[in-house]
């Protein structure tokens, strides 16, 4: 149950530019064959500056209304933005007919349920990484998804960046023969995002704090899985709390995995950064052949010894900017809700579906559990 829920205050009317923003989404109309209504559940950064921006840059949709318990932020961000309505109530906000498809964004512990009244109310939904934060809500969602048969995308945005969608090509090509060793890392500062008085205050907030395994965590392992094409296998996982004491979890996790493909891996996800990160960044692929490492494909001259950069994707992709690129947010968020469309249209197949979404958490649950225990745990992929 969405502990906020009880919380309402009645949808705000018409704002006093609505004619404006209605007269040029008619316009639009004329060469598009149907508009899809978007709510935003939860209406703070990301949705702000990622996923409504994003959407307002695709004439296919329209941003309808934000539902929030913020009610002061809420309506900010709606004045800003030119979203016509405000709820206070989900069960209000959901039974928007018009409202076809939902992003959420609200904090990563509430995604879960959200999740599932969204499906449950007919909507396709993309959510926010990382999908839920326990296995059991991954399972409902993933029965969700079958049996309503609705598009649910998982919000891994950086599967929109070229330079990663080039490596996970290159490893899909055989460019790098079979990789036994894969490496990802979400290093972070996130002072800025930290404490009751910072931008996001639920991430440090001692009732539903955001663990980095799951929060951090699932964008290296989401990226692993999507370019691998596999499955962790078991999870063998460290963790210490000496960074950030304002977390009231732990900050820092090394994991061990094994891959149903055969490849072994290392994860570390951790908020303490305070200097650059001097690792492989999010996604390394040894191969066989190759070796994927930040961002370029290298390999070895057998008979000079000599490692040659073979592609150099970060320099190839370097004045590739995200479409919204304008503002505080750096991420391909254009281009996901545009995948998003394409799904709901029937255009594509989503690029992180409710199972990979599901088989990103059960992998990082498994390390949570494996730091708290000491044990090496197995990993229940069957969704
Ligand atoms: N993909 C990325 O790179 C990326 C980056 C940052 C955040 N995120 C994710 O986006 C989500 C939101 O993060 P943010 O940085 O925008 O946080 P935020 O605090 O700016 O926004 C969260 C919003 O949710 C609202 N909220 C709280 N409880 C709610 C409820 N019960 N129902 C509806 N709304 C509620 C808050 O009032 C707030 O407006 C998180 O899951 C986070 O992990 C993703």
């Given at each position: 149950?969405?502990?906020?829920?009880?919380?309402?205050?009645?949808?705000?009317?018409?704002?006093?530019?609505?004619?404006?923003?209605?007269?040029?989404?008619?316009?639009?109309?004329?060469?598009?064959?149907?508009?899809?209504?978007?709510?935003?559940?939860?209406?703070?950064?990301?949705?702000?500056?990622?996923?409504?921006?994003?959407?307002?840059?695709?004439?296919?949709?329209?941003?309808?209304?934000?539902?929030?318990?913020?009610?002061?932020?809420?309506?900010?961000?709606?004045?800003?933005?030119?979203?016509?309505?405000?709820?206070?109530?989900?069960?209000?906000?959901?039974?928007?007919?018009?409202?076809?498809?939902?992003?959420?964004?609200?904090?990563?512990?509430?995604?879960?349920?959200?999740?599932?009244?969204?499906?449950?109310?007919?909507?396709?939904?993309?959510?926010?990484?990382?999908?839920?934060?326990?296995?059991?809500?991954?399972?409902?969602?993933?029965?969700?998804?079958?049996?309503?048969?609705?598009?649910?995308?998982?919000?891994?945005?950086?599967?929109?960046?070229?330079?990663?969608?080039?490596?996970?090509?290159?490893?899909?090509?055989?460019?790098?023969?079979?990789?036994?060793?894969?490496?990802?890392?979400?290093?972070?500062?996130?002072?800025?995002?930290?404490?009751p008085?910072?931008?996001?205050?639920?991430?440090t907030n001692a009732q539903a704090a955001?663990?980095?395994?799951?929060?951090?965590?699932?964008?290296?392992?989401?990226?692993?899985?999507?370019?691998?094409?596999?499955?962790?296998?078991?999870?063998?996982?460290?963790?210490?709390?000496?960074?950030?004491?304002?977390l009231p979890l732990?900050?820092?996790?090394?994991?061990?995995?094994?891959?149903?493909?055969?490849?072994?891996?290392?994860?570390?996800?951790?908020?303490?950064?305070?200097?650059?990160?001097?690792?492989?960044?999010?996604?390394?692929?040894?191969?066989?052949?190759?070796?994927?490492?930040?961002?370029?494909?290298?390999?070895?001259?057998?008979?000079?010894?000599?490692?040659?950069?073979?592609?150099?994707?970060?320099?190839?992709?370097?004045?590739?900017?995200?479409?919204?690129?304008?503002?505080?947010?750096?991420?391909?968020?254009?281009?996901?809700?545009?995948?998003?469309?394409?799904?709901?249209?029937?255009?594509?197949?989503?690029?992180?579906?409710?199972?990979?979404?599901?088989?990103?958490?059960?992998?990082?649950?498994?390390?949570?559990?494996?730091?708290?225990?000491?044990?090496?745990?197995?990993?229940?992929?069957?969704?």
């Amino acid at each position: 149950m969405d502990i906020m829920t009880n919380f309402f205050y009645p949808p705000i009317g018409p704002l006093p530019y609505q004619g404006r923003v209605r007269v040029g989404l008619l316009l639009l109309k004329k060469e598009t064959s149907m508009t899809i209504g978007i709510g935003i559940i939860g209406g703070g950064g990301i949705a702000a500056e990622g996923h409504i921006r994003g959407y307002q840059t695709d004439a296919r949709c329209e941003v309808l209304a934000i539902y929030d318990v913020d009610a002061d932020k809420a309506q900010e961000q709606a004045e800003r933005l030119g979203v016509p309505q405000v709820y206070g109530a989900l069960d209000e906000f959901l039974a928007r007919p018009d409202i076809q498809a939902v992003s959420i964004c609200s904090p990563d512990h509430l995604h879960g349920e959200q999740v599932h009244a969204a499906l449950r109310a007919g909507k396709h939904v993309l959510c926010e990484k990382p999908m839920c934060t326990t296995r059991e809500d991954a399972a409902r969602i993933v029965q969700d998804v079958r049996e309503t048969g609705l598009t649910f995308l998982g919000g891994h945005v950086y599967h929109f960046r070229p330079d990663y969608q080039a490596m996970a090509t290159a490893y899909q090509t055989g460019e790098i023969g079979e990789v036994w060793l894969a490496e990802g890392d979400y290093i972070s500062d996130l002072r800025s995002v930290y404490g009751p008085n910072s931008q996001t205050p639920w991430r440090t907030n001692a009732q539903a704090a955001q663990d980095i395994l799951l929060g951090g965590g699932c964008h290296p392992l989401g990226l692993m899985l999507w370019a691998l094409q596999t499955q962790v296998t078991q999870v063998f996982a460290f963790a210490n709390h000496k960074a950030e004491p304002i977390l009231p979890l732990n900050d820092c996790y090394v994991v061990s995995l094994t891959f149903a493909n055969g490849a072994i891996g290392k994860l570390i996800a951790a908020s303490g950064n305070r200097g650059y990160a001097p690792t492989g960044g999010h996604l390394t692929l040894y191969g066989t052949e190759g070796t994927l490492w930040g961002g370029k494909l290298y390999r070895n001259n057998r008979e000079e010894h000599r490692t040659e950069i073979i592609h150099d994707y970060r320099e190839q992709f370097k004045d590739h900017k995200p479409r919204v690129h304008d503002t505080r947010q750096v991420h391909h968020f254009a281009e996901q809700c545009e995948h998003f469309l394409d799904c709901i249209e029937g255009k594509a197949q989503p690029q992180m579906s409710a199972i990979d979404a599901a088989r990103v958490i059960a992998a990082l649950v498994a390390g949570i559990e494996s730091a708290r225990t000491g044990q090496m745990v197995p990993v229940d992929n069957n969704f």
